[in-house]
């Protein structure tokens, strides 16, 4: 993948012009960030942080990308009904990471109880890179799936203006016109708007579980104007409001200040730091209810790190999509290499694998939103330091994605535009509602790409490292 914008990204004259139109562009449209000075207020803001130029994607892979996108969606809720599965899975996991332990508790509670909820919603993105072959050639791997508070499907509508908008100042009218139109936040309302509707009270609203200090709230609040347009009301509350004003009925209907909620959609409680002991309750209560969760308990662990790489072992796809043989070699295709670390001879040559070719590896706890995972001799030491220990079982090795680097131009609100080796990472949204056992709804909803220069190994735009950007398909 040559980078296509070679001579324009030589001239830092011109650069510096694009860039401050580009910039003007973006706030226009409303490619947001609250400042990391005052995350809790939209008093002042920023721009969030994009590529000036749009990345090449082979077309291929990004139709690949799509295609596949339905089977995972299935895989995931299938995965999400199988208590044997997620139980054999984690069952290593647990005993030492305290977190999915905690999260594996409240499922566990709920499975006792009885799963009040009859309508199920499914919010996730597929993330992938593009491996590139020795041979020259490029392949789709799957990085992870988010199955929970997948993020960037509102800001990610409002960047094909801005990359149309530059490349028609450059009177590439031809190439702007390839920018695909891109509305994921559209789909996600839809779905949440489709569980709203089978839950089957005019009344009732959704919660929106939002943390204090938000900088992503213009992202959130692009799906929350899609729900208001067809007149379903979102609440945005915190866990800690759930617990002091949060209820249950006897039929385990869920109350939100004395008004009936429809469906909880989270944009919180995915790491560790999001709970505290009074959060764990207010999760618990929101599980027992019957409103539809985004994603519910199950749905959250059957994104986990540790069931991705049992998913990968064979045999175990076809067990969970029984009869859908096409189905199963197209998630097939996208699987890199993983690995358990479990204790015992196969998590051994994993690691003694890894510690022979460190750059080839990266070791991933069972943890979201990006900065957690080790390369290279950090990782070598981790290994050193886990390999006696069940503390291992909490971890996954995975085969790290080579993609071929292009040149692109970061921009960040306070930092002067930077021409770097960059690599890419695709997301496709995917949205599915299923009531009892019938799926009413299985689709994608449109792509995110974030772009990051390749001296980071890790991160993603929240985290401060990855950018947004378009794909632009070749
Ligand atoms: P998180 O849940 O924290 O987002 P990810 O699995 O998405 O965890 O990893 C975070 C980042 O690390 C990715 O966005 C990607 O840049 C990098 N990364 C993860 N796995 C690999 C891999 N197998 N090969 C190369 N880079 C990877
Ligand atoms: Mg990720």
Same mark, same amino acid.
């Given at each position: 993948?040559?980078?296509?914008?070679?001579?324009?990204?030589?001239?830092?004259?011109?650069?510096?012009?694009?860039?401050?139109?580009? #910039?003007? =562009?973006?706030?226009?449209?409303?490619?947001?960030?609250?400042?990391?000075?005052?995350?809790?207020?939209?008093?002042?803001?920023? $721009?969030?942080?994009?590529?000036? @130029?749009?990345?090449?994607?082979?077309?291929?892979?990004?139709?690949?990308? $799509?295609?596949?996108?339905?089977?995972?969606?299935?895989? #995931?809720?299938?995965?999400?009904?199988?208590?044997?599965?997620?139980?054999? &899975?984690?069952?290593?996991?647990?005993?030492?990471?305290?977190?999915?332990?905690?999260?594996?508790?409240?499922? +566990?509670?709920?499975?006792?109880?009885?799963?009040?909820? &009859?309508?199920?919603?499914?919010?996730?993105?597929?993330?992938?890179? @593009?491996?590139?072959?020795?041979?020259?050639?490029?392949?789709?791997?799957?990085?992870? %799936?988010?199955?929970?508070?997948?993020?960037?499907?509102?800001?990610?509508?409002?960047?094909?203006?801005?990359? =149309?908008?530059?490349?028609?100042?450059?009177?590439?009218?031809?190439?702007?016109?390839?920018?695909?139109?891109?509305?994921?936040?559209?789909?996600?309302?839809?779905?949440?708007?489709?569980?709203?509707?089978? $839950?089957?009270?005019?009344?009732?609203?959704?919660?929106?579980?939002?943390?204090?200090?938000?900088?992503?709230?213009?992202?959130?609040?692009?799906?929350?104007?899609?729900?208001?347009?067809?007149?379903?009301?979102? %609440?945005?509350?915190?866990?800690?409001?759930?617990?002091?004003?949060?209820?249950?009925?006897?039929?385990?209907?869920?109350?939100?200040?004395?008004?009936?909620?429809?469906?909880?959609?989270?944009?919180?409680? $995915?790491?560790?730091?999001?709970?505290?002991?009074?959060?764990?309750?207010?999760?618990?209560?929101?599980?027992?209810?019957?409103?539809?969760?985004?994603?519910?308990?199950?749905?959250?662990?059957?994104?986990?790190?540790? #069931?991705?790489?049992?998913?990968?072992?064979?045999?175990?796809?076809?067990?969970?999509?029984?009869?859908?043989?096409?189905?199963?070699?197209?998630?097939?295709?996208?699987?890199?290499?993983?690995?358990?670390?479990?204790?015992?001879?196969?998590?051994?040559?994993? %690691?003694?694998?890894?510690?022979?070719?460190?750059?080839?590896?990266?070791? +991933?706890?069972?943890?979201?939103?990006?900065?957690?995972?080790?390369?290279?001799?950090?990782?070598?030491?981790?290994?050193?330091?886990?390999?006696?220990?069940?503390?291992?079982?909490?971890? !996954?090795?995975?085969?790290? !994605?080579?993609?071929? *680097? @292009?040149?692109?131009?970061?921009?960040?609100?306070?930092?002067?535009?930077?021409?770097?080796?960059?690599?890419?990472?695709?997301?496709?949204?995917?949205?599915?509602?299923?009531?009892? +056992?019938?799926?009413?709804?299985?689709?994608?909803?449109?792509?995110?790409?974030?772009?990051?220069?390749?001296?980071?190994?890790?991160?993603?735009?929240?985290?401060?490292?990855?950018?947004?950007?378009? *794909?632009?398909?070749?």
């Amino acid at each position: 993948m040559a980078t296509g914008w070679g001579s324009l990204l030589q001239d830092e004259q011109q650069l510096e012009e694009l860039a401050r139109q580009a #910039v003007d =562009r973006a706030l226009a449209e409303g490619v947001l960030l609250r400042t990391s000075q005052a995350p809790s207020s939209s008093d002042v803001v920023s $721009y969030a942080p994009f590529t000036l @130029f749009p990345s090449r994607v082979p077309s291929a892979l990004l139709e690949q990308a $799509y295609a596949v996108q339905a089977d995972f969606n299935l895989l #995931v809720d299938a995965v999400s009904q199988n208590a044997v599965f997620l139980e054999q &899975t984690l069952s290593s996991t647990i005993k030492r990471d305290s977190f999915t332990a905690r999260l594996f508790d409240i499922h +566990k509670q709920v499975l006792k109880e009885g799963i009040a909820q &009859t309508v199920f919603l499914g919010l996730n993105r597929s993330d992938y890179m @593009f491996q590139c072959n020795p041979d020259g050639s490029t392949a789709l791997k799957q990085i992870e %799936i988010n199955t929970i508070s997948a993020s960037f499907g509102g800001l990610a509508s409002r960047t094909p203006a801005v990359h =149309r908008h530059v490349l028609s100042i450059l009177g590439k009218t031809k190439e702007a016109a390839k920018i695909l139109s891109n509305n994921p936040s559209k789909g996600l309302a839809m779905g949440i708007a489709k569980a709203w509707e089978l $839950y089957g009270s005019v009344n009732a609203q959704v919660l929106l579980i939002a943390q204090e200090k938000e900088r992503n709230i213009f992202d959130q609040r692009v799906i929350e104007n899609e729900l208001l347009a067809r007149n379903i009301h979102v %609440i945005r509350r915190r866990f800690e409001d759930v617990s002091e004003k949060g209820s249950l009925d006897q039929d385990r209907r869920l109350f939100m200040d004395g008004q009936e909620v429809a469906v909880v959609y989270f944009r919180d409680g $995915y790491m560790p730091s999001h709970y505290s002991l009074q959060n764990w309750e207010a999760r618990l209560l929101l599980e027992r209810s019957c409103a539809v969760k985004c994603p519910d308990i199950a749905t959250q662990l059957a994104g986990t790190k540790k #069931v991705q790489q049992e998913l990968s072992r064979v045999g175990v796809l076809e067990s969970l999509l029984p009869g859908q043989p096409q189905a199963v070699a197209r998630l097939r295709a996208t699987f890199a290499g993983l690995y358990s670390l479990d204790l015992g001879e196969e998590g051994d040559q994993a %690691i003694t694998k890894a510690i022979a070719a460190p750059s080839c590896f990266v070791l +991933k706890p069972q943890r979201e939103g990006g900065g957690n995972n080790l390369y290279g001799e950090e990782m070598v030491q981790a290994l050193g330091r886990l390999k006696d220990s069940e503390e291992r079982a909490s971890y !996954i090795l995975m085969e790290k !994605i080579e993609p071929e *680097p @292009f040149r692109n131009c970061l921009l960040r609100p306070g930092s002067p535009a930077r021409v770097v080796q960059c690599i890419s990472e695709l997301g496709i949204f995917g949205v599915y509602v299923r009531e009892g +056992k019938t799926l009413v709804m299985n689709k994608h909803v449109g792509h995110l790409l974030r772009t990051k220069a390749i001296e980071h190994a890790d991160g993603g735009v929240a985290a401060g490292v990855a950018v947004l950007d378009n *794909p632009y398909p070749v």
